[in-house]
C-alpha cells in the first residue's frame, strides 16, 4: 500500500468534498487552515518557548455548537463520518460553543498505528463502524481557537494553552498534549517518547498568535540511518528520463528480501549516471519472495508505478524518519553507496527499535463515565 501524510490521506483518498450539515454559529468558522511548522534540525533553546511532543496522525480541528460537532481535516474536508467513537467524546470534553486544534491518533500495541488510521478512510459505513469499535481512536488537543463568543486567533499560543486546560475536559478519548518551556525536558521527550510511536518535538513561540497556512512553529523529527539493498528501480517520466528512485529493501531472518521504501533525493545528471549503473543488474529476482512494491492503485493517483527488478548487489546508506509495520513512513534520503558492505547484512536486525511506553504515559485521559 503506498503511503501518504495524514492529511493527503484525509483529503484525496475519496475524493470528498466538505459539506457541512448546518451553519455553525461559532466565532471561528469552517474552514480553517491550520497552523503549519518548518522542519529544523535542533530544538531551539532559547526562552520564550513552548515545546509540545509531535504526534503521528490525522491533523483536526474540531468545531463544536451545542450538539453539532464537526472535524475537519488540515484541508477542510470533514471526517466525522470515520471516527464516530469520537463525536461523544468531544461533547463531554469541550464546552458547548469552541474551536480546536489537535490530532486523531490510533494506539496499537507497539505504539501509534498510522495503518490503523488509514483503514478508517473507508466509503462502507459497517467497516467504520466495525474498525470504531475494533481500534477507537484517540483526540489529542494542543491548541484553541475560539471558546463561547471569544475568537482566540489573535491571543498569544501561552494564554491560548492556559485557556485550552480551563476549557477542556479529558475523557476515555480525549486529552491535552503535555507541554513544557523546559528545552531540556523537551530533549528527553524526543528520545523517550519515540517508544510510544510520536514522531518528535514542536517547538512554538509563546506570544505568537495563530496565524492559518503559516510555518511559524518549528517541529524536529526524529531521524535515522541504514543499509538498504537497492532491488529494483523506477524509471523517471519527466524530460531527461533516467532513474526516479531506488527501491530498497532488507533481509528477514529466513533471508528473504522486502521491499521497505524509496528514496529518490537525485538531480538529473544523477539519475541518467543511475540508469547506467543499474542497467546491467536489470532481471534479478530481488523482491520476488517477500514483499514487493505496490504497482497502480487508488492511492498513486494515476501515476506509473511500474518497477524494474535487478539483481541485489548494491547497498546503499540512507536517513529515514520513521519504520511502521516493515516499512519506511515516508520517503528516504540518499547518503551514500556502500561498497564495503556485503547485502547480506542489510537486515531488519539493524533497527533496534526504541523501548515501547504505552499512550497512556504520554497522556492523561479521563475516567470513564
Known amino acids: 500500500m503506498q503511503r501518504y501524510s495524514g492529511d493527503i490521506v484525509a483529503v484525496n483518498l475519496l475524493d470528498t468534498i466538505a459539506v457541512w450539515a448546518a451553519p455553525l454559529m461559532l466565532p471561528v468558522q469552517p474552514p480553517v487552515a491550520p497552523m503549519l511548522a518548518k522542519l529544523q534540525p535542533d530544538i531551539p533553546h532559547q526562552p520564550g518557548w513552548l515545546y509540545e511532543p509531535k504526534w503521528d496522525g490525522?491533523?483536526?480541528?474540531?468545531?463544536r455548537d451545542g450538539d453539532s460537532v464537526e472535524i475537519a481535516s488540515r484541508n477542510g474536508q470533514t471526517l466525522q463520518r470515520y471516527?464516530?467513537?469520537?463525536?461523544?467524546?468531544?461533547?463531554?470534553?469541550?464546552?458547548?460553543?469552541?474551536?480546536?486544534?489537535?490530532?486523531?491518533?490510533?494506539?496499537?500495541?507497539?505504539?501509534?498505528?498510522?495503518?490503523?488510521?488509514?483503514?478508517?478512510?473507508?466509503?462502507?459505513?459497517?467497516?467504520?463502524?466495525?474498525?470504531?469499535?475494533k481500534t477507537p481512536a484517540s483526540f489529542i488537543a494542543f491548541d484553541m481557537l475560539a471558546a463561547g463568543d471569544d475568537d482566540l486567533r489573535g491571543w498569544p499560543t501561552a494564554e491560548r494553552r492556559a485557556r485550552l486546560e480551563r476549557e477542556v475536559r479529558p475523557t476515555m478519548r480525549v486529552a491535552l498534549t503535555p507541554h513544557t518551556r523546559d528545552a531540556a525536558e523537551a530533549a528527553e521527550w524526543f528520545t523517550r517518547y519515540e517508544g510510544a510511536g510520536l514522531d518528535g518535538v514542536i517547538a512554538k513561540p509563546e506570544a505568537l498568535p495563530y496565524v492559518e497556512n503559516e510555518r511559524l512553529w518549528v517541529k524536529i523529527k526524529h531521524g535515522r540511518t541504514c543499509d538498504c539493498v537497492v532491488g529494483g528501480y523506477r524509471r523517471a517520466s519527466a524530460a531527461g528520463g533516467g532513474v526516479a528512485s531506488l527501491l530498497l529493501g532488507l533481509y528477514d531472518e529466513n533471508g528473504v528480501l522486502h521491499h521497505v521504501g524509496h528514496t529518490s533525493s537525485f538531480n538529473a545528471a544523477q539519475r541518467r549516471e543511475l540508469l547506467d549503473t543499474l542497467g546491467p543488474l536489470e532481471g534479478g529476482e530481488s523482491f520476488g519472495g517477500g514483499r514487493t512494491p505496490g504497482g497502480p492503485s487508488r492511492w498513486s493517483q494515476g501515476r506509473d508505478m511500474?518497477?524494474?527488478?535487478?539483481?541485489?548487489?548494491?547497498?546503499?546508506?540512507?536517513?529515514?524518519?520513521?519504520?511502521?509495520?516493515?516499512r519506511f513512513r515516508h520517503a528516504s534520503r540518499f547518503l551514500?553507496?556502500?561498497?564495503?558492505?556485503?547485502?547480506?547484512?542489510?537486515?531488519?536486525?539493524?533497527?533496534?527499535?526504541?523501548?515501547?511506553?504505552?499512550?497512556?504515559?504520554?497522556?492523561?485521559?479521563g475516567a470513564p463515565g
Open 58 to 63: 490525522f491533523r483536526a480541528i474540531v468545531f
Open 83 to 133: 471516527f464516530p467513537e469520537l463525536l461523544d467524546e468531544l461533547k463531554a470534553a469541550l464546552p458547548e460553543r469552541a474551536v480546536v486544534d489537535g490530532e486523531i491518533v490510533i494506539a496499537g500495541p507497539r505504539g501509534l498505528d498510522f495503518d490503523a488510521l488509514l483503514q478508517r478512510i473507508h466509503p462502507a459505513v459497517s467497516r467504520v463502524t466495525m474498525l470504531a469499535e
Open 336 to 365: 551514500r553507496w556502500r561498497p564495503d558492505k556485503d547485502p547480506a547484512q542489510c537486515t531488519y536486525d539493524q533497527l533496534e527499535p526504541p523501548l515501547h511506553i504505552e499512550l497512556a504515559d504520554v497522556v492523561r485521559f
Open 306 to 326: 511500474t518497477w524494474i527488478p535487478v539483481q541485489p548487489t548494491l547497498v546503499c546508506e540512507v536517513s529515514f524518519d520513521q519504520l511502521q509495520t516493515g
